[in-house]
């Protein structure tokens, strides 16, 4: 086994704030004398082990625990009988000694303060320090950051809370986001999941408002789970520095089926907002990165980091969970579980063959395919009938009742039994209960083979339990190839679910495997099996958190703008000249033409500046002179520029200047041919003309292949447009060809020449085409700008909207006074540019425009 993680190595965080779904126990109340009492919960056993060993007494963190207390099961004594448990979670198992509760349960302040604080006692005497914050709901009182320094404080602003409130927040999660994780499509009433949606967003924001009320710079908080998907996003808008990790903890499907979801958008914008993404293997996080591509339009690096459109950088990375393997040896060494395993082993005779199976009962588990599978068995290899059973373990499932399956695994097992059964021989034993954690280990301990058969599954802890169990006996493991723990345990004998002969024919392997083949293959099993701890898992995480949160900063070339880097040299200047892109710098770079129109803010924005008269404001832009005149014809002071300078309208001007009317375009037929051949091949894409420019544009079209194309695209436009004067630009979702007097740094020095003298210079843009632009402006004396060839030197043709220019050559006294320059890459970039700062954003630049 790999030694323990080296602390020093970890981190610089003090706390580490764990948000989850649920505590580690199942919570049950009497109704008469209010006593809680808990059990600890047997799902999800690795997380709830390594979130634990954050509040080990050797843990290098202060450990907080936040989480909702779940469903609670009201018990009710009555008279001469025993008690009846009203159970307020409908998906829980309903044994024959429980009735449903005909109305929602009140827990009130007092209900709320005793559960705290046995809820801290449970921790107490399990060795885990960890400080313990239930959310029960809504605060009653809004609170700062870092405000509550004691979860006890929580209790003060207690009110009542019913069960209802408990339960309605995660249906959205457990009915919707579930079956779409899992490769199922939704299928439920659209007004039923709009009502979901709703109390899913508020019961979210009840963890972010604790979260945000406990959290003290230099926290870590690491969120668990699907059920959690919004929540980054909630902390981040009150928290905007906090570090902030996510971890899904189950299967993420292609992209393909994640956009049937309505509400894909706000729930990738919501889990985007963490600074790591993490997940179980790496083909959930290609598939991910994938579907913000696809269903986002965001870019994904080669180094699995995406941008989003908030202007913030998230690593991706996976990182399987483990259980605590020695820990799961040591129970089944103890006494009470190896006199289970002896009682096993008398019930089951020497020579039958056991094979042992645990699901939830959950189409995804694939609990039909296992039996089918086992039928096959049967009938195609004769002898085993009477030499080998099936033990069938089910339990109950989150969300919507499964009655129709738990009804079709009932007949399929009676009709196997019968098929196959006789008064001393029982093919399948199936129990709908749950288990002991002795009874359990002692089952997988005593079986000779381990069948997991789920058609979507992560990280399957039965699996790797039954290694833990099997030390001694060396029993085989059958693993579906649709379970991420396939592609951690290599060595067991992986099958297609819907293949049941092949699937029976496995079974038939593994069941006549000799005890050395049995021996080799679980030495293999048992390396992989024991790799890593949970402990190691998490400390790893968050180890590897850091790094790249670190990375992500240190990859940054240029230091972020603030208003304090600009404010005094703004407010000192006499003449100031703003020169801004458009798309991707004013406004999201849009994936449709439709949504390229400026928000009203940004109009807002732009007369603000325009309305100061030491402000000369200019906007470029690739679009139409239609587009432009549609949106900002009307603020007149306002100089702009339409098709990369083909055509302005200086400020005040009235009118529109067309720049290009002597320029040799021959090259459109060329270009146009090469186009269209690529349109052909690239589905969604298609040619924009322009009165001095070709564009193909592929945002429509597969990301992937579209941008494979555009490289092929370009490759063969080099050549036949060798002999043109003309630039080929790459941009997000386009490939354009326009003369080199178009590019923007030309267009900029001509912007120069007309506006003269000006002390203080403001340029943003957010794309390689920009740094044309910047590369204007690097320090030097004004009168470099005005009289050297940079301005107005680079073509013969002569601006008509330059007429009315004065010469002002500097007085002697100015002759060397430098321009103060700012040069700001809009987007977060980690590759060499000329900027000297960067803005996360376009709402982040609107910002600080605003704030001038």
């Known amino acids: ?83 009846a448990v009203v159970n307020v979670n409908s998906s829980s198992n309903v044994l024959s000694s429980q009735r449903r509760s005909p109305s929602s349960t009140v827990f009130k302040p007092t209900d709320q303060a005793s559960f705290y604080k046995k809820a801290c006692q449970f921790y107490k005497d399990r060795n885990i320090v960890s400080k313990v914050v239930p959310v029960w709901g809504k605060l009653s009182s809004k609170f700062a950051p870092g405000s509550i320094q004691d979860p006890s404080e929580f209790l003060k602003y207690a009110s009542d809370v019913g069960s209802n409130r408990l339960l309605e927040g995660p249906k959205y999660a457990d009915n919707v986001l579930w079956d779409v994780l899992h490769y199922r499509i939704p299928t439920i009433d659209g007004f039923q999941q709009q009502i979901w949606w709703k109390d899913f967003n508020k019961w ?53 089926i994640f956009r049937c979801l309505p509400k894909r958008a706000e729930i990738l914008n919501g889990v985007l907002a963490s600074n790591v993404i993490g997940f179980q293997t790496d083909s959930y996080a290609r598939h991910f990165l994938s579907t913000c591509v696809n269903a986002l339009g965001l870019e994904a690096t080669s180094s699995s980091y995406i941008d989003t459109s908030d202007g913030f950088r998230a690593a991706i990375l996976s990182s399987h969970v483990n259980i605590d393997v020695p820990h799961v ?20 005779h020497r020579n039958m063959k056991v094979i042992v199976g645990r699901d939830r009962l959950d189409k995804v588990c694939g609990i039909i395919h296992k039996l089918r599978a086992f039928r096959q068995l049967l009938v195609k290899y004769p002898h085993w009938r009477k030499r080998v059973i099936l033990i069938q373990i089910t339990s109950s499932t989150v969300g919507n009742s499964n009655s129709d399956l738990e009804m079709q695994v009932e007949n399929l097992v009676t009709e196997i039994n019968s098929e196959f059964g006789s008064l001393d021989y029982v093919p399948i034993h199936h129990f709908h209960q749950l288990l002991s954690v002795e009874e359990y ?89 024991t790799s890593q701890s949970s402990q190691q898992w998490i400390y790893k995480l968050i180890s590897r958190s850091l790094n790249e949160i670190r990375s992500v900063k240190s990859r940054m070339t240029t230091p972020s703008l603030t208003i304090s880097d600009i404010q005094k040299n703004y407010k000192e200047a006499k003449k100031r000249l703003f020169i801004l892109d458009y798309d991707g710098t004013l406004i999201q770079a849009a994936r449709n033409s439709l949504d390229a129109a400026p928000t009203d803010r940004v109009l807002r924005t732009l007369k603000r500046l325009v309305s100061d008269s030491r402000n000369i404001v200019w906007v470029l832009s690739g679009r139409s002179k239609m587009f432009m005149e549609e949106w900002m014809d009307d603020i007149s002071e306002l100089g702009l520029s339409s098709e990369h300078g083909s055509i302005i309208r200086p400020p005040m001007a009235g009118e529109w200047y067309n720049n290009t009317e002597q320029l040799d375009l021959s090259w459109k037929d060329t270009v146009r041919d090469i186009f269209q051949y690529y349109v052909e091949r690239t589905q969604g894409s298609y040619i924009e003309e322009k009165r001095n420019s070709l564009s193909w544009y592929y945002q429509n079209a597969n990301s992937a292949y579209s941008r494979f194309q555009s490289l092929q695209c370009q490759a063969n436009l080099e050549g036949p447009l060798r002999q043109y004067d003309v630039e080929i630009s790459s941009g997000r979702y386009f490939l354009e060809v326009h003369p080199n007097y178009l590019n923007k740094g030309a267009i900029v020095k001509r912007i120069l020449k007309r506006t003269g003298r000006t002390d203080f210079i403001f340029c943003a843009g957010d794309d390689r085409t920009d740094e044309n632009m910047f590369e204007v402006f690097l320090p030097m004396p004004f009168d470099y700008f005005i009289h050297s060839n940079l301005v107005g030197d680079d073509t013969d043709y002569v601006d008509p909207s330059m007429s009315n220019v004065e010469d002002e050559r500097p007085h002697h006294n100015k002759a060397n006074s430098k321009i103060i320059s700012y040069r700001v890459h809009v987007g977060l970039t980690d590759t060499s540019t000329l900027a000297d700062y960067h803005l996360p954003s376009p709402k982040d630049l609107v910002d600080l425009l605003l704030s001038l």
């Open 1 to 83: 086994m790999h030694s323990e993680p080296q602390k020093n190595d970890a981190i610089p965080y003090q706390r580490v704030i764990n948000v989850s779904r649920n505590f580690q126990l199942k919570a049950s109340i009497e109704k008469e004398s209010r006593e809680w009492s808990f059990q600890p919960r047997s799902s999800s056993a690795a997380l709830y082990s390594a979130i634990a060993s954050l509040g080990n007494t050797d843990s290098p963190w202060e450990s907080i625990l936040i989480a909702s207390p779940g469903a609670i099961q009201v018990t009710q004594n009555e008279t001469m009988s025993s008690p």
């Open 204 to 256: 979210t924001q009840y963890f972010a408002d604790y979260v945000v009320s406990i959290y003290q710079p230099g926290d870590l908080i690491l969120i668990h789970d699907y059920s959690l998907f919004l929540l980054p996003k909630l902390i981040r808008k009150q928290l905007p520095d906090a570090n902030i990790v996510f971890f899904l903890h189950v299967p993420f499907c292609t992209s393909e």
């Open 329 to 348: 040896y040591s129970i089944c060494n103890k006494p009470i579980v190896q006199s289970k395993i002896a009682q096993l082993r008398h019930l089951y």
């Open 441 to 529: 280990f002692a089952l997988l301990s005593a079986a000779d083979v381990a069948c997991v058969s789920s058609i979507r599954d992560a990280m399957n802890t039965m699996a790797l339990e039954f290694v833990a169990c099997q030390k001694k006996n060396k029993g085989s493991l059958i693993l579906s190839e649709f379970s991420g723990t396939a592609e951690v345990l290599i060595s067991a004998s992986v099958v297609n679910p819907y293949d049941y002969a092949g699937f029976a024919d496995t079974i038939n392997h593994c069941l006549r495997k000799s005890i050395k083949e049995r021996e080799q293959k679980f030495s293999s099993l048992w390396m992989q099996a």
